[in-house]
């Protein structure tokens, strides 16, 4: 079965501070994907980063690097010099779920507080 | 070019009533899925489709029947409503199973 576990259920920094968000995953499949989605306060999901189970280098998009680690199991998100409006839920969600059409396998969220 | 576009944005029941949640997406999207989120559980799968006139069960079926019978759009039924569906509900689609989900802004259920 496949599952992801986001441990971190609220982090709070100040504003500039830079942060981790921790992604931990378990499946069989040998092909998959990882995404981590963004959830501001106004409610909708915003698609963030999509990266294959082959791929194992790692992303950076402006203040935005995605860690992803095979041997762990882990895909951590680092949000660097923080900014209030990267106050958000972050969800990191584990696909396919052969049995449920490809569907997400989402973790439960880690609630993120940037203070100015 | 709309994306996924999700009516109503809100709406409020009683106990036993009835209604239909209609998710449209304008992309061509083979796949398509409909998601609960209640406090501290993250998403939950219903149910998805695979194609126009495909439907299966997700996660969490019980009390919600579903329907595609056009690709572009995929319906959400709930029969007899109940406290226990209040929650937000988000319709996803993408072109394959193996392509990025784009999600639709949500419909806030409230069951009194």
């Known amino acids: 079965a496949q599952k992801v576990t986001q441990a971190q259920t609220e982090i709070s920094v100040v504003e500039k501070e830079d942060v981790t968000l921790d992604c931990v995953y378990e499946?069989?499949?040998?092909?998959?994907?990882l995404f981590w989605y963004k959830q501001p306060p106004s409610g909708e999901l915003v698609f963030l980063i999509r990266r294959n189970s082959f791929d194992e280098q790692n992303e950076i998009s402006g203040r935005y690097s995605w860690n992803f680690q095979k041997s762990t199991s882990s895909f951590n998100f680092t949000i660097t010099a923080s900014q209030v409006v990267d106050s958000a839920v972050y969800f990191c969600?584990?696909?396919?779920?052969?049995?449920?059409?490809?569907?997400?396998?989402f973790g439960k969220g880690t609630s993120l507080l940037v203070t100015p | 070019n709309a994306g996924v576009t999700q009516t109503p944005k809100f709406r409020v029941l009683k106990t036993g009533q009835s209604m239909t949640l209609l998710c449209a997406q304008d992309?061509?999207?083979?796949?398509m899925y409909w998601y609960r989120q209640d406090p501290g559980m993250g998403l939950r799968l219903i149910h998805y489709?695979?194609?126009?006139?495909?439907?299966a069960k997700g996660e969490v079926p019980d009390g919600y029947n579903v329907s595609r019978l056009k690709k572009q759009n995929f319906l959400l039924g709930l029969e007899s409503a109940a406290p226990s569906q209040t929650s937000v509900y988000f319709c996803?689609?993408?072109?394959?199973?193996?392509?990025?989900?784009?999600f639709g802004p949500g419909t806030r259920l409230t069951v009194l």
């Open positions: 489709s695979v194609g126009e006139g495909t439907t």
């Open positions: 499946t069989r499949d040998t092909t998959y994907y």
């Open positions: 969600a584990l696909s396919p779920d052969s049995n449920s059409g490809y569907a997400l396998n």
């Open positions: 992309m061509n999207h083979e796949y």
């Open positions: 996803a689609s993408s072109y394959s199973g193996w392509d990025t989900q784009y």
